[in-house]
């Protein structure tokens, strides 16, 4: 179930870039620069599903997924959303221009990046490198908090919706051990 919920966060990250390319694949279409083939139906079955997928990732991950929760002090904390926002951003924006929709080439091409992307962002856990989360108003933080009522100060890596005050007491949803969401209390 970790690893589908995983899955699922990795697809939920390009969700933009699929918006990306079904527009790019309408527009090609309309302005007839496009033949509408199997092809085309192929492109436009994989982005349906892919978006489908990606939306139910953040879906489920963000409001179905509890697995317990704290209550906590932020010590400290760090916005370090655009340390890893843009340069993702920028890669898929850039892939989405260049995608040649009338090549069964570039689709596999397509098919591939996803994939190889997608073997290192869940081996690596990078699931904090979500433009999508950022589009929909989260921040990433590094924080150092303590526990209501303990004196240990822990380090964690942390989404918030909002700007996170320091010596505010929120309440941590911990949806697995990379993707934990900040509610205030």
Not at 29 to 43: A, C, G, P
Not at 86 to 98: D, E, I, P
Not at 126 to 132: G, R
């Amino acid at each position: 179930m970790e690893k589908l919920k995983n899955l699922f966060l990795y697809l939920s990250a390009f969700v933009p870039m699929y918006i990306l390319i079904l527009i790019k694949l309408i527009i090609e279409l309309i302005s007839k620069s496009l033949v509408f083939n199997m092809l085309y139906i192929l492109y436009l079955i994989t982005l349906l599903i892919l978006i489908g997928s990606g939306v139910f990732g953040l879906i489920s991950n963000i409001y179905f997924s509890h697995m317990s929760s704290k209550e906590i002090v932020i010590l400290k904390k760090k916005n370090i959303t655009d340390k890893h926002f843009f340069g993702y951003f920028s890669l898929f924006v850039l892939f989405a221009l260049q995608l040649n929709l009338k090549l069964i080439s570039s689709y596999i091409l397509f098919i591939l990046i996803l994939t190889f992307i997608g073997i290192v962002y869940i081996k690596n856990s990078l699931y904090y490198i979500n433009p999508c989360l950022n589009i929909l108003g989260y921040n990433f933080y590094d924080i150092i908090y303590s526990e209501i009522n303990a004196k240990e100060k822990i380090q964690a890596k942390i989404f918030y919706k909002g700007e996170l005050k320091e010596n505010n007491t929120y309440k941590v949803v911990f949806k697995n051990q990379h993707f934990s969401f900040i509610n205030k209390k």
